[in-house]
């Protein structure tokens, strides 16, 4: 798993806002059942003082500082179970005041180990979900959201097969890609008319793909060419369009949607093909919609796209009625 790493640091970044916030809380209960039952935080006090001076007071004599810390655990587990007493008088429990971590396995520090801690990659998926969802309509188009009723069940003349029957297994080889996603998850190539599912499935892939925490960098083909144009002839944000370019090159699954509307321009082509050569040379997977049949890939761009598109994808041929027409008359 490749992390981005500027959402690594905030994830990292949130776990310590967490943890102050955790630590801020605390000391105001600290001072509210001070205020309730002085009693406590004379206990609190002695509890933090008695240990250093016993030890310091045994080392100075020179003498064995069993016997010493004996009695000061004595004296500690006494003051200790007073000291729940008094707060379960005070309807509370008897650690109500004890400083737990956030997280058990790393205490907090955002590492088990040497490792990312669970805790932390947890937080990253989140950000990842919520930068996914500000280009992706991943809250309305998820694999549950699915709606298999608006496939004929009629058999195509062509294939043999219904619409539904295809977009069945479709959608069973798309749930599989993104249960078993990892780095070496092959790349499917989604190629039929408009309006079948394409973006909407691999947009149901994003989702999914993105909440077991891997990176997801989507955008249509245009954009992707329009910001390689923008680092190579300065005609915009060139910031900005070195970080999309970076994100597409580094992302864990790069989906490229409605390749085949930019235009076929020497440029254009070497663009997409320098960002699909060298994902598959990093075997970094990808999702390729197109609305062009593989045998026409040949006249849109060069035998070398043709060449990476038809031998590396793994295709998922759509048909059928156009589905965002049948919507629009449901409604």
């Known amino acids: ?25 605390l000391e105001a209960r600290r001072r509210e059942i001070y205020t309730r039952e002085p009693r406590i935080r004379a206990i609190d006090r002695e509890l933090s003082t008695t240990a250093a001076s016993v ?11 069993t016997a010493a810390i004996e009695k000061l655990r004595d004296r500690n587990l006494g003051l200790q179970e007073e000291r729940g007493d008094l707060l ?22 955002g590492y088990a180990g040497s490792a990312t801690c669970e805790c932390v990659k947890a937080r990253y998926a989140k950000l990842l979900k919520e930068q996914l969802s500000s280009v992706l309509p991943i809250a309305d188009q998820n694999f549950s959201k699915f709606d298999m009723s608006f496939y004929s069940t ?28 990892g780095k070496d998850s092959p790349n499917l190539l989604l190629f039929g008319s408009t309006g ?4 909407f499935l691999s947009t149901c892939i994003a989702e999914a793909v ?50 085949g509307t930019e235009m076929g321009t020497a440029f254009t082509v070497s663009a997409l093909y320098n960002l699909i050569n060298n994902r598959l040379m990093a075997k970094r997977p990808m999702i390729i919609n197109t609305n062009l049949l593989p045998e026409t890939l040949s006249e849109k761009y060069s035998p070398a796209v043709a060449s990476r598109l038809l031998g590396e994808f793994l295709p998922l041929r759509f048909f059928g009625d156009d589905i965002r027409l049948l919507k629009m008359r449901r409604t």
């Open 1 to 25: 798993m490749a992390y981005d790493k500027k959402l690594l640091a905030a994830a990292r970044r949130e776990l310590e806002r967490e943890r102050t916030a955790h630590t801020e809380e």
């Open 55 to 65: 030890l310091r007071a045994a080392m100075e004599s020179g003498g064995d500082p």
């Open 88 to 109: 379960r008088q005070l309807g509370l429990p008897a650690d109500y005041l004890t400083d737990k971590p956030l997280c058990s396995k790393c205490g907090d520090t």
């Open 154 to 181: 009629r058999p195509d003349g062509r294939s043999g097969i219904s619409p539904r029957e295809n977009m069945e297994y479709n959608l069973g080889e798309c749930k599989a890609y993104a249960a078993k996603f």
């Open 196 to 199: 079948l599912g394409k973006t």
């Open 210 to 259: 993105s909440a077991r925490g891997f990176s997801v960098a989507y955008d249509t083909a245009i954009n992707i060419v329009a910001a390689y144009e923008t680092i190579k002839f300065g005609s915009g944000d060139g910031e900005a369009a070195a970080e999309r370019a970076a994100r597409y090159e580094r992302a864990d699954l790069l989906i490229i949607d409605d390749m």
